[in-house]
């Protein structure tokens, strides 16, 4: 059974940081691709990054340059740094891993104060 815990959100004011997580258990961590992705409230999940199994990355056009995707495969935990957050970041974010299937963790709130 997969499962994916997210930590790290909270209340930040804008221009903070903060470093999400994703703990992954159940799986062969390592070969699998990885992403963020987010919801704020009355919108549609949207795409953030993903990182694959080679430590390749990918970026939404509104987090690049702002938000770093890692993974530390002997931690089976993925991270997102994400810095200069900006009131529009306010979300809840998820992660999700790509295996026999897409799983997703149970989401960690990040509001974003003026």
């Known amino acids: 059974q997969v499962q994916l815990v997210e930590s790290g959100g909270g209340l930040v004011q804008a221009g903070g940081s903060l470093r999400l997580a994703c703990t992954a258990s159940g799986t062969g961590f390592s070969i699998r691709p990885m992403g963020w992705y987010r919801q704020a409230p009355g919108k549609q999940r949207e795409f953030i990054a993903t990182?694959?199994?080679?430590?390749?990355?990918y970026y939404a056009d509104s987090v690049k340059g702002r938000f770093t995707i890692s993974r530390d495969n002997a931690k089976s935990t993925m991270y997102l740094q994400m810095n200069s957050l900006k009131p529009e970041d306010t979300a809840v974010y998820y992660c999700?891993?790509?295996?026999?299937?897409?799983?997703w963790g149970q989401g960690t709130q990040v509001t974003i104060s003026l």
């Open positions: 999700q891993l790509i295996s026999d299937r897409v799983y």
């Open positions: 990182i694959d199994s080679g430590g390749s990355t």
